[in-house]
C-alpha cells in the first residue's frame, strides 16, 4: 500500500501563487504516473496535471501556462507550482499516482482557495 501526504494548501488572492507537494510512502517499488486533480463544490474531478516517470507533462487547457508540475525521485515527491491564480482554481486538489504493483492511490485532498 502506498500512503500520500499533501500539503501545501491554503488562502491566496488572486494573482498569486501556491506551491502544493505530495509525498508518498508505503510499498513503493516504482512509481509511474504522478498528478494533481481537482474537484469545486458541485463539478466532477478532473485532471489538473500529470507527470510521467520519465517526466513527460500534460496541463488541462485551463492551466497551461500557469502551473508546473515536477516531481523528485528521491524523495517519492511530486509538486505543483501554481502561479497566477484565479478564482475559478478554487477546489480540493488531490494528488494521485500510480504504483507499479499497488495501482493507483489517491491523497486526503488539500483546499485552495483564491479570493481577495
Known amino acids: 500500500q502506498v500512503q500520500l501526504v499533501e500539503s501545501g494548501g491554503g488562502l491566496v488572492q488572486p494573482g498569486g501563487s501556491l506551491r502544493l507537494s505530495c509525498a508518498a510512502s508505503g510499498r513503493i517499488f516504482r512509481l509511474n504516473l504522478m498528478g494533481w486533480y481537482r474537484q469545486a463544490p458541485g463539478k466532477q474531478r478532473e485532471l489538473v496535471a500529470v507527470?510521467?516517470?520519465?517526466?513527460?507533462?500534460r496541463y488541462a487547457v485551463s492551466v497551461k501556462g500557469r502551473f508546473t508540475i515536477s516531481r523528485e525521485g528521491a524523495t517519492n515527491t511530486v509538486y505543483l507550482q501554481m502561479n497566477s491564480l484565479k478564482p475559478e482554481d478554487t477546489a480540493v486538489y488531490y494528488c494521485n499516482v500510480n504504483e507499479y504493483n499497488s495501482g493507483s492511490a489517491w491523497g486526503q485532498g488539500t483546499q485552495v482557495t483564491v479570493s481577495s
Open positions: 507527470i510521467s516517470s520519465g517526466g513527460a507533462t
